[in-house]
């Protein structure tokens, strides 16, 4: 009996763990050394042109004007839009991340 109990334990670890990589993207990306070189090409969503990372699957937005990704990569479109908000009007270089 108490062995039983201690299989049950371990199996419903497992599905918990799936879960959880895919809410915590940074660390996948530490894990898995995804440097997002493989962008697919520009989704159109809610007003928002965004790549998706072939690799982890982490987004950007992209401008379609310039023809170029922009702002910092997140998991979340919902993050990403809200940034896009807040810094409307400002140019970044691509490499630069703002600290907000
Ligand atoms: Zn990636």
């Known amino acids: ?3 039983e109990s201690k299989k049950k334990k ?3 670890l497992w599905p918990l763990g799936v879960t959880a990589t895919g809410l ?5 990306v530490l894990l898995r ?6 962008m697919s090409w520009p989704v159109r969503s809610h007003g928002y042109s965004y790549q998706v990372c072939m690799g982890c699957g ?3 937005l992209f401008d379609e004007k310039a023809f170029c990704a922009y702002g910092p990569y997140r ?3 919902n993050g990403l839009i809200a ?3 807040a810094h409307q009007g400002e140019t970044y270089p ?5 600290a907000s």
């Open 94 to 98: 691509q490499e630069e991340r703002p």
């Open 33 to 38: 050394g995804c440097w997002h070189n493989k």
């Open 24 to 28: 915590t993207g940074a660390a996948v």
């Open 83 to 85: 940034w896009d908000r």
């Open 1 to 3: 009996m108490a062995d």
């Open 10 to 12: 371990s199996r419903w």
């Open 75 to 77: 998991y979340d479109l």
């Open 58 to 60: 982490i987004k950007r």
